[in-house]
């Protein structure tokens, strides 16, 4: 660690308690930590600093991470244990959905303890354990909406920052697909599939006219933002979610005022598409399936392959984090001869970073299919084991479908479950969901939904406990008479 690193691991270490004592002195600043963790998500690798790392390593992590949000989020936790909001329940509870991805965390330490090397594997895992501390904190922390209007309003900064810059690049820099702040296109397209349903069902609820207005603004920035990625995963991700928060939230009921609206709204997007028609359809048609699948080409379906090579040999997978390591070295050639990669020497010395003839990369990337990485890195029990935190997240996210409350609290719920929706739809194509930008985007809003679920439930039980009290009150007033 150079003496860089060193200093900025000491203003850290300095900077958490400095942090943590303004949380549990003030509710106010601890509401504009919240703001500050959803808004600067995706600027994360600018308010980061790697530690022990190797940035050469094709990996979904390439060091220890300690971020400006981690260290806000650790604050925002201790502050809550320590001086908890008075009347707004228990200081601490565990939140529904953690305990899956508890039981995932394990597995994937056991399986870095075990695999070879194993250096990468503690980069993934340290970051699956900050996601769990942030999903704590945000679930202990929302209790009313006071705090999830301020987690909105970040949400929407931060989409209205991204869709502004990526206008620039198109416009000023003449970017052909636009990234915004994020490393690449189908990144900020995965981020943009998670926020908008959120921020669409944040309209149609009773927040605030400021707050639904500047979410208004968003929304129709992040149609704009997703067709400007061309994505062609993230384009149809989002037109799905869209629709299903329309389904989920909009009464069916037929009047002038919803129609204007459906006719605005309609109008805006045609203009859009109509203006990005040819270049969507170009990039619709770049591929067919038969070419995601020929052996001869790096398609998606070579993902796949090598998933099914990689299991054959290594049942419990070959260590998380590690498939550009296997792949690179032993696995691609098994699958296709043809493209040739420079093959990691250690884990400690830079390898041959010029791409063979031919090739994009010297190396491998993470498979672009979140299961077929997951399969290849931690086996057919790591995958269940993913899987079952997946279903739980939905588990929770459905509950708010079947009642059509314009209250923000069950409103954003539903807008978190299509949100997540969005993210696995477009990992069935993509790895981002691991790069740190949506990793902490998608952890905040899971706290969220937690700590809503657990309001919705409290909601009930009073709702059930008043209902039986006024049952048996005409009886007890009778027999008293």
């Known amino acids: 660690m150079d003496i860089k690193h060193f200093v900025v691991l000491l203003g850290i270490l300095v900077l958490i308690p400095i942090a943590t004592f303004a949380a549990a002195f003030s509710y106010k600043i601890r509401n504009w930590f919240l703001f500050v963790m959803i808004a600067g998500s995706p600027i994360i690798y600018n308010l980061q600093g790697t530690f022990f790392g190797r940035i050469w390593y094709r990996g979904t992590a ?69 996601g769990m501390l942030i999903i704590l904190s945000i679930a202990l922390y929302i209790r009313s909406e006071k705090e999830l209007n301020f987690l909105i309003m970040g949400l929407a900064f931060a989409v209205c920052h991204q869709c502004l810059w990526s206008l620039k690049l198109r416009y000023v820099d003449h970017v052909h697909r636009v990234v ?26 009773d927040l605030p006219a400021w707050t639904r207005r500047v979410c208004l603004a968003a929304v129709g920035l992040s149609m704009i933002g997703v067709i400007m990625t061309i994505s062609r995963t993230g384009n149809v991700a989002w037109l799905i979610v869209m629709l299903g928060v329309t389904v989920a939230c909009v009464s069916p009921r037929i009047t002038l005022k919803k129609v204007l609206i459906a006719m605005i709204a309609l109008i805006c997007v045609v203009g859009v598409v109509s203006y ?86 010297a190396q491998a990337a993470p498979a672009h299919n979140l299961g077929a990485l997951t399969i290849g890195e931690l086996g057919w029990v790591g995958f269940v084991l993913f899987a079952f935190v997946w279903i739980r997240w939905f588990d929770l996210g459905q509950s708010f479908l079947w009642k059509r409350s314009p209250e923000a609290m069950h409103r954003v719920g539903t807008g978190i479950f299509f949100g997540t929706g969005a993210v696995f739809l477009q990992s069935m194509t993509e790895w981002e969901f691991r790069q740190p930008p949506i990793f902490y985007t998608v952890s905040i809003l899971l706290g969220t939904l937690a700590a809503l679920h657990r309001i919705r439930r409290k909601n009930k039980k009073v709702a059930a406990k008043r209902a039986r009290a006024e049952s048996v009150h005409p009886l007890v007033t009778e027999a008293g008479a």
């Open 62 to 130: 390439r060091g220890y991470e300690i971020s400006l949000m981690d260290i806000l989020g650790f604050a925002l936790l201790v502050a809550t244990l320590l001086r908890p909001k008075k009347g707004q329940g228990p200081r601490f509870f565990w939140p529904a959905g953690l305990a899956p991805l508890a039981l995932y965390f394990f597995y994937c330490l056991v399986s870095s303890i075990f695999s070879e090397p194993n250096l990468f594997g503690w980069w993934e895992v340290f970051k699956i354990f900050k």
């Open 276 to 361: 990005s028609w040819k270049t969507l359809v170009g990039r619709f048609g770049e591929t067919s399936i038969e070419e995601e699948n020929d052996p001869n080409n790096l398609g998606r379906g070579s993902y796949i392959r090598l998933a099914k090579l990689i299991i054959a040999e290594h049942f419990f997978g070959v260590g998380l984090n590690n498939w550009s390591w296997y792949v690179t070295n032993e696995y691609q050639e098994k699958d296709n001869p043809k493209i040739v990669y420079k093959p990691y020497l250690n884990t400690e010395v830079e390898p041959d970073m010029i791409p063979a003839y031919g090739n994009e990369t």
């Open 180 to 205: 915004g702040t994020m490393d690449h296109p189908n990144s900020l397209s995965m981020y943009l599939c998670l926020a908008a349903p959120v921020l669409y069902a944040a309209i149609l609820s």
